[in-house]
């Protein structure tokens, strides 16, 4: 097993909340995680057809077997639970409720509903450049990180990428996207899904991407809606300072796992990527998930966003601490050139920010302290502190 950093967090906050919640994306290693951490309690998953139907028919019954607690997998496909686990955990500050979903819509939905308070929140995502790190499924080729994602079955199992993404997508869109939502034309629904991962890195224009697939655009709002739902993209918002310059009100779109986008560009190998059209943008978002992958491993929300104004001058990532914005300039260039600088250094002066205070991050191998901003290879960016 791959160590996992969010375990430390998970064991801290169970001493506070009878009731735990971990959602992420699926294959992303929760069950793993969860039976790890908590050897102790019996394991239930509710995609189980006969777990399910005993969870449905005589809830307070199924529940009243596991007097210490349990671990219940896939939870939201028995709604019916939540209610009477409120009422246990309102009689019983002793018990444990170790709740995991990867349909966050659903999930969320329910827990707001009947455990808002009772319950601790955490996400996980697929592995993170430190959890890889130390281990013997390292590479120091950033690409075929990019290439082969951070799905933990993909390095445990040896799993070849493309056979793993296949099946993830297929799996995905005939199950989980029919107990969402019902998509009628599942063909528009997978071209969409595509042409979503040819804009990585972009702002979403729904307009554009509706007239692509040939959709209304309130459909196509929707179905960004499931994709965020189920943990295949996420999106950026800008960061909204003015500046006395006008912004980019619309937020850009990222994979939660690259390897998923290169599978969806029918990119088939690493080699690939070094004449892909999409090789910056899938860098930046490799990046970006890594950042956002330090936040939630901590328990934290996400404390990301991005600035562009009305020129078009941007800066990649803007962390927003509680006294400061730190600037992050994302490069895939092996090697850097003072103009990668200067972006940030326009956004430094508009902000009255130092340069000490910014990142350049890129994909060569060295770090540096230069005159204009901090220059940190992709390999460390545990030094771009989030808190």
């Known amino acids: 097993m791959i160590q996992r950093v969010l375990t430390k967090k998970l064991i801290e906050i169970s001493n506070y909340y009878s009731v735990l919640t971990i959602t992420g994306p699926r294959q992303s290693g929760k069950t793993t995680l969860i039976k790890s951490v908590f050897k102790d309690l019996p394991y ?6 006969d777990s399910k139907k005993r969870a449905e028919d005589d809830p307070k019954g199924f529940l009243n077997n596991y007097p210490k607690g349990v671990i219940l997998d896939e939870v939201q496909n028995a709604p019916e639970l939540f209610s009477y686990i409120q009422g246990i955990v309102d009689d019983n500050q002793h018990i444990k409720f170790i709740l995991s979903g990867s349909q966050n819509f659903l ?5 707001n ?6 319950t601790a929140v955490l996400k996980l995502l697929p592995l993170s450049l430190n959890e890889l790190k130390n281990t013997k499924y390292w590479s120091n080729n950033v690409y075929t990180l990019i290439y082969n994602g951070m799905y933990p079955r993909i390095y445990d199992r040896q799993i070849p990428a493309n056979v793993f993404y296949a099946n993830y997508i297929q799996t995905y869109i005939e199950r989980d996207v029919r107990s969402i ?7 528009n629904f997978s071209r969409f899904v595509s042409l979503c991962a040819g804009r990585i890195g972009q702002i979403l224009n729904l307009d554009a991407i509706a007239s692509d697939v040939g959709i209304a655009t309130n459909t196509a709002k929707e179905w960004i809606s499931i994709l965020e739902a189920s943990y295949i993209i996420h999106l950026l918002k800008p960061h909204h300072k003015n500046f006395n310059k006008r912004l980019v009100k619309r ?5 939660y796992d690259t390897g998923l986008a290169c599978n969806l560009l029918q990119i088939n190998d690493e080699k690939q990527l070094d004449i892909h059209f999409a090789k910056g943008n899938l860098f930046e978002n490799f990046i970006i998930n890594n ?8 328990a934290n929300t996400s404390n990301l966003y991005f600035w562009r104004d009305k020129h078009g001058k ?19 260039s092996s090697t ?23 990142y350049l991050v890129y994909a060569g191998n060295e770090d540096d302290t230069l005159p204009y901003g901090n220059l940190i290879s992709w390999k460390n960016l545990d030094k771009i502190s989030l808190e």
């Open 44 to 49: 239930i998953s509710l995609e189980n057809p």
């Open 107 to 111: 999930l969320l939905d329910k827990i």
């Open 113 to 118: 509903q009947t455990l808002a308070g009772r």
């Open 181 to 187: 939502k019902n998509i009628g034309n599942l063909t």
């Open 251 to 255: 937020p850009k779109l990222y994979f």
């Open 291 to 298: 950042l956002l992958k330090s936040r939630f491993n901590t």
């Open 314 to 332: 941007e800066i990649d990532c803007i962390i927003e601490k509680a006294n400061s914005l730190i600037p992050v300039e994302i490069k895939s």
């Open 336 to 358: 850097y050139q003072k103009e990668h600088f200067k972006n940030m250094n326009y956004w430094n002066k508009l902000a009255e920010n130092s340069n000490e205070n910014s």
